[in-house]
């Protein structure tokens, strides 16, 4: 282990790469971050993007095909170094937390710890409210409890950096909502550095500091959540963060620049504007308007086929002009996909 | 642009590599003996034997695997059906009954049908006091070894299908049903193809045994590969004529192996609905019922009520003359045996299981599994295989001992209680292996991966985490093993020490003596100790599924 630069990050990857089929494809594909002390990042992609594997190989729980992985400026991954994970520091709370079914709340939280003191223990029970909760067992817990133990069972240790990987996956709506509240609070309050794998970008958007977007295994875009919603650099990324509709450039004939059979144009769903006074616009056949409750849900076809639905306060019939302003199309190089 | 892949033998060898590669060596050494050996040329007597005996083996091997597959087939899967779809008067009973006949060694079932159907048997004295003609019948042939066989390891069959049906088919069976078939069409069309994958592998299970059984055969005087392979090392003590036959056997195995792994093939049976429920029970019409019965009682009482009251009348007059202290204690050292047995297998199996798994190299990781094959090697090649490389080491032990240190001394190991125990854990391995590594699977593997970012190592993980929660599959594991043991017969005698019997050799040594009656007691001393094992972990596996 080499003690670099006391001031580098906490996290530092280099170039990380891992094959699970000896190198037909990549899940994790030339990675490079680096995390500050107490910066909350969120990895976020598709299924199947690599995020879960990636904050794997940080743990140590699986070994990278080359590159290496620097926590606090020790090198735990390389070539050469490889650090198991009981000796990382890392604490995880898994997608299906993982709770160990044969030892009470009391022995999970307390499992990673040499010694807890009792008021710390009660700090931390208090903490994710579990007061009283002790002595019982991970099936006799509700989901949002289970997941508060596994909080707590990864924080006990103390450990320098947190991974949670995909925490809300397994909970209803409602309760993942007040659960990412507390579990943002808890980490807040404590100053931690952690991870946050998610597929959900609202989730990113409410906790991280800096969004990281992956996709088959690569870094695609890097940045905080204003700038990934406005600046996407990609359709992907703009589909991440709320539904876009892409157009044709057949469509705009009243793009002056028409050399653009490289580029793609898209638009968000929420700034189109219904028959709008607007210089762009695209004519769209309603196909259907259904009775929604408050409102009317709508779906219409764009000239290019695509389909597109939004609500309205009237039934809507035959024909409207969707409204754009200038300023609104997203525009992507097509290598960007 | 991405390097070429380098391995990092450096970075991720660790103990538990080397652990995994000892674990590979010491488990496989018999088969690499086998496999070495017959580069160095078969004995003098191969060629005689190929003109004039091969043929016998091989034709009469082919008899006894057809015979035994239709018989077994037959009495395992339509009992196994009837058990699961129909309600019956004494069901549960039924159902258990069904499994004893496995704690019947066939060469004991043999045994008991021998004199059962014999000259002045049972049978004969049956016929008579109910007033016929004296009725006997000549079994000891190769139609009699298919029904003996067939009768004692059914079971490995019906327990098979019988987790498949009840626990696989009930929603396709409804399914099935809605769409307009009727039972039987819904039964060929839907439950036997879906069981088919369970159905073979207690099929190979069976063809396993029938290709390890020497004592049956010997009694019978059928001459299969395994008597070969005894007569070839004892009696023409030829040991690379032993060997070819044990190479050839084996290749007969593996093909079974193999043919079993390839009908599998790619297809999922696993449903993808995890709200599985229970295959429904419906009640048989009074016609179907006394016919269904008798199918249900039929292998029941040949497998297990004739040959325990076979052997109980036999016991009965015998007991004075067997019932010894000598007796007592070649009892109490079989179970002793069994035990350490059982014991070791286990320790030897969560070795297998997990020593790849902390090893981080990943072609070690699928060695792991290799260890497991010894149970597909028949008991008398495994010997063999065993005795081979040990009495090498024998001898340079000796040769060492003279030269170097001056000192004299026999045999370390051959011919000791070690030599025995190394054989029964690679036989044994796969026996204990199966339970565990199913319950291992259904452990969350994020569990273990907790337990380690959480601070623990490797060990520390497996001890606080993995042991408790195998804990039920470890107590299955340990029964079947010690039953197995008890039961051993070819790998014991070629093996045991001189002056050291088990309740099995001693039941064979009788029934060689032409003192069948004798040889009763301690079989039905091997049947109860089996017995219970079963009935406790039949239990134990039904509970085990319903939670």
New interface residues.
């Given amino acids: 282990m080499t003690n670099t630069n006391k001031t580098a990050a906490l996290l530092e990857i280099k170039a990380l790469?891992k094959s699970f089929n000896?190198?037909k494809d990549?899940v994790v594909d030339?990675v490079e971050l680096s995390l500050k002390k107490g910066d909350i990042m969120a990895l976020v992609g598709e299924s199947g993007s690599g995020k879960t594997t990636l904050v794997?190989l940080i743990?140590?729980?699986e070994?990278p095909?080359?590159g290496s992985i620097l926590i606090a400026g020790n090198t735990v991954t390389?070539?050469?170094?490889?650090v198991?994970?009981?000796?990382?520091?890392?604490?995880?709370v898994?997608?299906?937390y993982?709770l160990?079914?044969?030892l009470t709340v009391y022995q999970n939280i307390t499992?990673?710890c040499k010694d807890i003191e009792k008021e710390q223990l009660t700090e931390l029970l208090e903490l994710v409210g579990l007061i009283g909760y002790e002595g019982r067992y991970p099936h006799q817990l509700s989901g949002g409890q289970q997941q508060r133990v596994a909080l707590a069972?990864?924080l006990a240790?103390r450990p320098q950096l947190l991974i949670l990987d995909e925490p809300f996956s397994n909970l209803d709506i409602a309760l993942k909502l007040q659960l990412r509240n507390e579990i943002f609070e808890i980490i807040q309050q404590l100053g931690i550095t952690a991870i946050f794998v998610t597929h959900d970008t609202q989730d990113a958007i409410m906790i991280a500091d800096d969004i990281v977007v992956l996709r088959k295994g690569k870094i695609v875009q890097q940045g905080n959540a204003t700038s990934l919603y406005n600046d996407p650099n990609s359709l992907y990324v703009a589909a991440l963060f709320g539904s876009v509709v892409p157009l044709n450039v057949k469509d705009l004939s009243y793009f002056k620049h028409t050399a653009a059979d490289s580029e793609t144009y898209a638009i968000r769903l929420e700034r189109f504007q219904v028959n709008a006074q607007s210089t762009f616009k695209v004519r769209a056949i309603i196909e259907r308007s259904l009775f929604f409750g408050q409102q009317y849900l709508n779906t219409v076809k764009l000239p290019n086929g695509t389909l597109v639905n939004f609500t309205s306060a009237q039934q809507l019939q035959g024909e409207i002009d969707l409204g754009f302003e200038r300023a609104a199309v997203l525009v992507f190089g097509n290598t960007a996909g | 642009m991405r390097e070429t892949k380098p391995t990092y033998l450096k970075r991720d060898f660790n103990k538990w590599s080397m652990g995994t590669l000892a674990i590979v060596v010491f488990m496989g050494l018999p088969i690499y003996t086998i496999v070495l050996r017959l580069f160095s040329g078969p004995g003098e007597t191969w060629q005689h034997l190929v003109n004039h005996v091969l043929l016998d083996y091989v034709l009469n091997s082919v008899w006894l695997l057809t015979g035994c597959v239709i018989l077994t087939l037959a009495m395992g899967v339509s009992s196994a059906w009837i058990v699961s779809r129909y309600r019956l008067p004494g069901q549960k009973w039924l159902e258990w009954l069904l499994i004893l006949p496995l704690a019947f060694p066939s060469y004991i079932t043999a045994y008991a049908y021998a004199g059962f159907f014999d000259y002045g048997g049972s049978l004969m004295l049956l016929s008579q006091t109910l007033g016929f003609d004296p009725f006997r019948m000549d079994i000891m042939n190769v139609p009699g070894l298919v029904f003996v066989l067939s009768v004692s390891l059914f079971p490995y069959v019906y327990v098979a299908s019988r987790a498949v049906f009840v626990y696989q088919s009930g929603r396709l069976i409804e399914a099935s049903k809605l769409l307009g078939a009727n039972e039987i069409k819904t039964f060929f069309k839907i439950v036997l193809p879906m069981a088919r994958p369970g159905i073979f592998a207690g099929l190979l299970l069976v063809i396993m045994e029938v290709l390890n059984d020497y004592g049956a055969a010997k009694y019978y005087g059928v001459s299969t590969f395994t008597t070969g392979i005894f007569r070839a090392w004892f009696a023409l003590e030829e040991p690379a004529t032993a060997i070819y036959l044990s190479a050839l056997l084996l290749l007969i195995v593996f093909a079974f192996i193999f043919l079993e792994r390839w009908q599998r093939g790619k297809k999922s049976y696993e449903l993808a609905s995890k709200s599985n429920i229970r295959l429904p029970k419906i009640a048989a019409s009074k016609s179907l019922r006394g016919i269904f019965l008798l199918v249900v009682f039929l292998p029941i009482l040949f497998g297990f009520l004739l040959p325990v009251l076979q052997l109980g009348y036999w016991s009965i007059l015998t007991f004075k003359t067997v019932a010894s202290a000598s007796f007592v204690a070649i009892a109490l050292k079989s179970l002793g045996i069994a035990l350490l047995t059982a014991f070791l297998t286990v320790l030897f199996a969560l070795m297998t299981l997990y020593f790849p798994v902390w090893n981080r190299l990943k072609f070690l990781r699928k060695c792991g599994r290799l260890a497991i094959l010894g149970y597909a090697i028949p008991g008398a090649v495994l010997a063999i295989g065993v005795m081979v490389p040990t009495l090498q080491l024998d001898r340079w032990m000796i040769s060492v001992g003279e030269n170097v240190f001056d000192m004299e001394f026999g045999l370390l190991l051959n011919g000791t209680l070690s030599v025995l125990l190394y054989a029964y854990i690679i036989r044994f391995l796969a026996v204990a292996a199966n339970p565990i590594l199913s319950n291992q699977l259904k452990l969350k593997k994020s569990l273990s991966d907790a337990s380690r970012v959480l601070g623990k190592g490797p060990f520390k993980t497996f001890l606080k985490i993995d042991l408790p929660l195998l804990k039920p599959s470890l107590l299955a594991a340990f029964i079947l093993v010690f039953v197995d043991t008890m039961k051993e017969l070819p790998l014991t005698l070629i093996l045991k020490p001189y002056d050291f019997n088990t309740l099995a050799v001693k039941a064979y040594e009788y029934a060689s003596d032409e003192q069948i009656m004798e040889a009763s007691l301690p079989a039905l001393c091997i049947v109860a100790t089996g017995v219970v094992p079963i009935i406790l972990l039949n239990r134990f596996i039904l509970n085990d599924k319903h939670e």
């Fill in positions: 790469c000896k190198g990549y030339k794997r743990a140590g729980l070994t095909d080359s390389s070539n050469s170094t490889f198991p994970p009981e000796e990382r520091k890392i604490g995880m898994f997608q299906d993982a160990f079914p044969h499992y990673g069972r990864a240790p």
